[in-house]
């Protein structure tokens, strides 16, 4: 049967496109649909535009990520089935029943050292299989009932809060309009805004050094059991790059399961179980040029397993890209670089078996390249049944 991978390419703005392609590249289905893009008039900035992520079901459904705004579910036509006002972000993960968990987001006044903050508060939203919101549980919240956690998110707040003070804002530059500032102040101040969270978000996240975006949660994966009791079935692993920081989280009863990564991460994406039950993360090496891609034994804290280029900084994604293990037991790689979009496959000793560059002219130019976020395996059943519909 023919493999398949999904990926939305950021250059599709303003009218969006999910494609799934096999592994020349050639495009199988596509799916777009421009409802809750922002105006181009508007200009809005690159993290705001096109569909942030993407995921399709058994049924060939299509769950795409309007950042900020809204969760859709498309059908294999490009149809809308529904679309559910939550200020979505990064990732989603389906269960078996059909409900949808979204990483989203707000702003949100805190109080630490006797000090107000504004933080962008992750969140993760259910919705129900109608398109329903069912509940959002704060992923802050429950981070911090970890003490040693608690202690990494209240360093990275005053670390990210003192620069911020010493860039003399909120007092508007040369470069700032004196309404966007005010505007931007009064949300510093209160934590509250008046109209769409899009705009207070795109506030805060276009701050000088985004002093507010202490979580930036970037994965979320709904957990089998662990096969030696680390966690539980329904629980969830996330990711948060500026933590350089994975977690397994109970939401139900908001505690911390499990998490590793600040000395050994930096800036990392898409965690994931394996079968045996260790996990795979890609770590973006944003802090030192070069990415790899590691597994990590829970039980034990410790790297079990690693790859990187030769030479190592000749792969290097500073803030986007993941990994995925396929079902023959190699590694999709992402790779969201300068030399463009696109994916490989790695073995288990750590050869490349296939490599694929997304071509410019198929896909469209993003400053002269193809820009992606993630891209994803299929299930050949999915793949067969949507290009037998195409």
């Given amino acids: 049967m023919t493999e398949g991978f999904l990926f939305a390419p950021s250059s599709c703005y303003p009218t969006p496109v999910a494609y799934l392609v096999d592994r020349a590249g050639t495009p199988l289905h596509r799916w777009s649909n421009p409802i809750h893009q922002p105006s181009p008039a508007d200009d809005p900035p690159n993290f705001l535009r096109g569909w942030n992520h993407v995921e399709v079901d058994g049924a060939g459904n299509l769950f795409a990520v309007v950042p900020s705004r809204s969760l859709l579910k498309l059908t294999p036509d490009s149809r809308l089935a529904w679309s559910c006002d939550v200020a979505a972000h990064h990732d989603i993960a389906v269960d078996t029943d059909g409900y949808v968990h979204v990483l989203t987001e707000a702003p949100r006044r805190v109080t630490l050292d006797g000090r107000s903050f504004v933080v962008q508060d992750n969140m993760v939203a259910v919705v129900a299989p109608d398109g329903t919101l069912l509940r959002e549980t704060s992923l802050y919240d429950v981070l911090r009932t970890d003490a ?24 508007p530059g040369d470069d700032v309009p004196a309404a966007v500032a005010a505007e931007t102040a009064a949300i510093l101040a209160t934590g509250r805004y008046e109209g769409e969270r899009r705009r207070a ?9 985004r002093p507010c975006d202490v979580l930036h949660t970037n994965t979320l994966e709904l957990l089998a059991d662990h096969p030696r009791g680390v966690w539980d079935r329904g629980d969830v692993l996330v990711g948060m790059r500026d933590l350089d920081t994975i977690a397994v989280l109970n939401l139900a009863r908001g505690e911390v399961r499990w998490w590793w990564g600040p000395g050994t991460l930096s800036g990392p994406h898409q965690p994931s179980m394996l079968p045996d039950g260790q996990v795979l993360v890609f770590d973006n090496g944003a802090a030192v040029g070069r990415s790899r891609v590691l597994v990590v034994d829970p039980a034990a804290g410790e790297v079990v397993w690693s790859w990187s280029a030769d030479p190592p900084e000749s792969f290097f994604c500073p803030i986007a890209g993941g990994c ?7 590694i999709l790689v992402t790779k969201a670089n300068a030399t463009g979009g696109g994916a490989f496959e790695l073995t288990a000793d750590g050869r490349v078996v296939w490599d694929l560059t997304l071509p410019v002219d198929v896909y469209g130019a993003d400053r002269g390249r193809v820009s992606i976020y993630r891209m994803s395996a299929v299930d050949p059943a999915v793949v067969a049944h949507l290009v037998a519909t195409t």
């Fill in 148 to 171: 040693g956690l608690r202690d990494v998110i209240d360093a990275s707040t005053r670390r990210r809060a003192d620069d911020f003070r010493r860039r003399g804002w909120p007092v």
């Fill in 201 to 209: 978000l795109r506030r805060l996240r276009e701050l000088p050094g």
């Fill in 324 to 330: 995925e293990r396929l079902p023959a037991g190699t």
